[in-house]
């Protein structure tokens, strides 16, 4: 077992078993199988995972910003946005692919299309979006074919946001309860988080006069991407501790502090310097990749100690037989 | 999915819609497309006459050719198996608990058991097996004991998660991984609200209990079953389980045994109940199980409608941060 190492499991938590009595140290009133978690935690590798939410999310919120630039006429704006998003696409398909234990079956992703079945709806999603996106930016950097161009760059804008949120629900649709259970506010946190990047993004890869949009978008991002990791913290009860404890405390209070510096910073002197635009910009997607990483640390830590699985299912137990026979409560 | 505008949750609707992802589901393999289906079928594992001999684990292992998968002493009383994974689909857990002797079931009076016709078998479910308790009255420990497995559950969320189609409901109701489909996603394992299914890292694929379904093919129990010396782990039609396991359970209920409960059997549970179901002396906890699995599917169609309100909201948002239109356009 992997977790031996840390010496988390089997100390500490113990209530009953062969040394029960002298390891019954604990907060929360719960019983387990000798501390054991008892979800499997995610066999993803972090690296892959998080990156492939946070270049899933940049491609997705950043054609849409791409095809707003396009519209308003700010063209060196959509052309960088448009080349970020089919590079982005691309590294987040691979990310997936390279996590898979047999990477050479990857095709058999799009054998079936499954409702049920986050990822695969995600896969023939990337379907749909990849190519469009990829020739939106074919067509803007070569300057060909302007009308299949537009066409394309319509069509990635359209799938856009739904690329930048099917993995929140992909996230969410499992036993993991750091995921499981925020899954009304996951998809906030991940759209918000997305337009962070991508306009992040923009701040550094378009001129200063077209940025306006930028600016205002990482504003409004930021503060949508507090408000929903604060609202899914909250509501999470005492399962929202594990985005505030440990190594995925760590990275979203870095996120955290990121993301506002680069929105700020954006917004107060973004119009006026390219490097604080830059910079800001900066760290508005490092902002947006930690926090991806912190909810991939987070789902982690809730399933590995089986008192994020044991206590939300026994008090959820209490509260249904509390509302079946209130008297009988006693 | 969009229309479903049930937002409880709570999985009490008919619909078919509702039926498939959650709620109680008579027809799992017709459902699944088998016409024309034999009987579900399924595990009861009575873990009041577990002995902890493993014979269970290892028939498993011999008739599946499960690799070995580490070999630890872990100090969990005689449990070193530790866990189901990848490479081990039974697995004995071992609790010792200190008691009061005299409130075990066991501080009764047996002056009147017939001994004999225990041992004969004329009483069944207990041939050759210890009643919860016995023997422990003297120190004040109980010792339990439990083989778990995969659940089979009715409505399995590796199953429906899976991309692939590799995950599938096999005509009697069970739920096995075509290993010749699976492209190790790994998608299953966080999703399983059980902690059953796991990956091997040196093959890429996951794994998990088939309930032996080549053996079923061939009118044959599942290999531990076979093996189980005191039918702890009995297997058979689901229906017929069921009953079998509420008369068990009123009779330890007479006999004083009164901890005893089941686990998993009631199709309106969270998973709409398991194919694979328990008899238990403790909470399910104490075993390793969670209290109160639900398949995250059921949650599925309310994911979706935030994700597009989210999505809604980008779009919103992209749209409004460019709205000073263009003329002014000099980066204000
Ligand atoms: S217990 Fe887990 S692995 Fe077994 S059928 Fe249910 S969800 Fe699938
Ligand atoms: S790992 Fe295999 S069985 Fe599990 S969800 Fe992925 S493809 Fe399906």
Redesign the pocket.
């Known amino acids: 077992m992997t977790e031996t190492g840390n010496g988390r499991v089997g100390t500490g938590r113990r209530r009953r078993g062969a040394r029960g009595e002298r390891l019954m140290v604990e907060r929360a009133e719960f019983t387990s199988y000798y501390g054991r978690p008892i979800l499997k935690e995610p ?1 993803w590798s972090s690296v892959d995972i998080a990156g492939y939410f946070f270049l899933g999310g940049l491609a997705g919120a950043g054609s849409v910003l791409a095809a707003g630039a396009q519209l308003t006429g700010r063209p060196a704006t959509a052309r960088a946005l448009k080349t970020s998003s089919a590079l982005a696409i691309a590294g987040s398909a691979a990310a997936l692919v390279h996590d ?3 990477p050479g ?1 990857f095709a ?2 799009l054998r079936v299309i499954k409702p049920t ?1 986050p ?1 695969s709806v995600g896969s023939w999603l990337l379907a749909g979006y990849g190519p469009a996106a990829a020739g939106a930016c074919a067509s803007a950097l070569t300057g060909r074919l302007p009308r299949l161009g537009t066409l394309a760059t319509v069509g990635a804008a359209t799938l856009g946001p739904a690329v930048a949120t099917y993995t929140a629900v992909l996230a969410a649709d499992t036993a993991t309860p750091a995921w499981h259970d925020a899954h009304r506010h996951l998809p906030f946190v991940f759209a918000a988080s997305a337009t962070c990047a991508a306009s992040g993004m923009a701040l550094v890869a378009s001129p200063v006069h077209e940025a306006g949009p930028a600016r205002r978008a990482a504003v409004a991002a930021c503060a949508a991407d507090l408000a929903a990791t604060e609202m899914m913290t909250k509501q999470l009860g005492l399962v929202g501790e594990t985005y505030e404890q440990g190594k995925a405390g760590r990275l979203m209070h870095t996120a955290r502090i990121l993301t506002t510096a680069g929105a700020l910073g954006a917004a107060l002197l973004g119009g006026r310097s390219r490097t604080a635009a830059v910079l800001g910009g900066a760290a508005l997607l490092a902002g947006s990749a930690l926090t991806r990483f912190g909810v991939f640390e987070a789902g982690v830590a809730s399933a590995r100690d089986p008192k994020y699985t044991v206590v939300p299912q026994r008090s959820r137990m209490a509260s249904r037989s509390e509302e079946t026979d209130p008297a009988a409560s006693a | 999915m969009a229309q479903d505008t049930d937002t409880s949750g709570a999985g009490r609707r008919t619909g078919t819609l509702r039926r498939l992802l959650s709620g109680p589901e008579p027809e799992p393999a017709e459902d699944a497309g088998h016409t024309g289906a034999p009987a579900r079928v399924g595990f009861f594992t009575d873990t009041s006459v577990c002995i902890g001999c493993k014979a269970c684990e290892v028939a498993c292992k011999e008739w599946n050719a499960i690799p070995e998968d580490g070999i630890d002493l872990t100090g969990m009383s005689y449990d070193n198996t530790q866990s189901l994974g990848a490479s081990t689909w039974r697995h004995v857990a071992f609790i010792e608990q200190n008691v009061v002797a005299a409130s075990l079931p066991s501080a009764q009076d047996h002056s009147d058991v017939d001994v004999f016709a225990l041992a004969s078998g004329t009483e069944p479910g207990t041939v050759g097996a210890t009643e919860p308790g016995d023997g422990a009255e003297r120190d004040g420990v109980r010792w339990l004991m439990s083989s778990d497995v995969c659940k089979h559950c009715t409505h399995a969320a ?2 429906d ?7 599938v409901r096999t005509e009697y109701g069970t739920v096995v ?2 290993q010749d ?9 966080p ?1 399983c609200p059980y902690g059953v ?1 796991d ?1 091997r890292k040196d093959d890429g ?2 794994f998990k209990c088939t309930m032996c379904y080549d053996r079923l093919g061939d009118g044959l129990e599942p290999a531990c079953a076979k093996a189980c010396p005191t039918e702890s782990i009995q297997f058979g039609p689901l229906e017929e389980l069921r009953e079998r396991a509420a008369e068990r359970v009123e009779q330890l209920h007479r006999r004083g045994v009164t901890s005893a409960r089941l686990y998993g059997h009631e199709p309106d549970d969270g998973v709409g109940g398991d194919g694979a179901f328990f008899l238990l002396l403790d909470e399910p906890e104490v075993y390793g199980l969670p209290p109160d699995p639900v398949v995250t599917t059921r949650d599925l169609p309310e994911m979706w409608r935030h994700a597009a309100y989210a999505a809604l909201g980008l779009v919103g948002a992209a749209a409004a941060v460019f709205l000073p239109l263009p003329g002014r356009r000099s980066g204000r």
């Open positions: 066999t898979l234990g047999r079956r058999n992703m079945s990822m | 590796c199953l998660v899976c991309p692939t189609g590799a995950l991984v075509q489909v699976c492209n190790g996603c790994g998608y299953c394992v999703a299914i990956q694929r996951v």
